[in-house]
T-cell receptor, first 109, second 114 residues
């Protein structure tokens, strides 16, 4: 099963881009990469997902390397409300997303 | 459109007591899930229901039972609560969509077992 590795914590200045890395070197060819975030023990919130190509939506951009062994979530203009734990997840079966411990992002004023 | 609603939000139990956590979704989603989250940890899947009428074990099913009452509702029961089951419980749902696995989560139910 593919698992992920993320730095435990990161800081980012308000208004700057936050780049959150994730390694998933054992990902299989048909497994998606998902990003969720969890703000202060609320329920996790879906951000974005991708398979091979880079993706962008109103919240963030997802950059996946060509070999698919790593990815980066980009929050283009971080705000204080983006302070949260960010989970990089790969699917480990049709019905399970493996949540690791994530990256705690702190946006600093 | 309330999304995923969990009740109760908070509960304190004594060891050996039983209780049921309720979850309901109004998005016509096919699949529903129960996760638990311990302090400083990620979420771990307890049980899931891929569709109405089916349930399957996840990563940590011991000590729990589930019921998919109908398409909207998926309950989690603790028959004899133990302190190790002190946790925050999250219910989630997703529509049927081949490939993508986007979950919508509830706000969580915080359970303390004394």
């Amino acid at each position: 099963d593919a698992k992920t590795t993320q730095p435990p914590s990161m800081d980012c200045a308000e208004g700057r881009a936050a780049n959150l890395p994730c390694n998933h070197s054992t990902i299989s060819g048909n497994e998606y990469v998902y990003w969720y975030r969890q703000i202060h023990s609320q329920g996790p919130q879906y951000i974005i997902h991708g398979l091979k190509n880079n993706e962008t939506n109103e919240m963030a951009s997802l950059i996946i390397t060509e070999d698919r062994k790593s990815s980066t979530l980009i929050l283009p203009h971080a705000t204080l409300r983006d302070t949260a734990v960010y989970y990089c997840i790969v699917q480990t079966g049709a019905n399970n997303l493996f949540f690791g411990t994530g990256t705690r992002l702190t946006v600093i004023p | 459109n309330a999304g995923v609603t969990q009740t109760p939000k908070f509960q304190v139990l004594k060891t050996g007591q039983s209780m049921t956590l309720q979850c309901a979704q109004d998005m016509n989603h096919n699949s529903m899930y129960w996760y638990r989250q311990d302090p400083g940890m990620g979420l771990r899947l307890i049980y899931y229901s891929a569709s109405e009428g089916t349930t399957d074990k996840g990563e940590v099913p011991n000590g729990y039972n589930v019921s998919r009452l109908n398409k909207r509702e998926f309950s989690l029961r603790l028959e004899s609560a133990a302190p190790s089951q002190t946790s925050v419980y999250f219910c989630a749902s997703r529509p049927y969509r081949a490939g993508a696995n986007v979950l919508t989560f509830g706000a969580g139910s915080r359970l303390t077992v004394l």
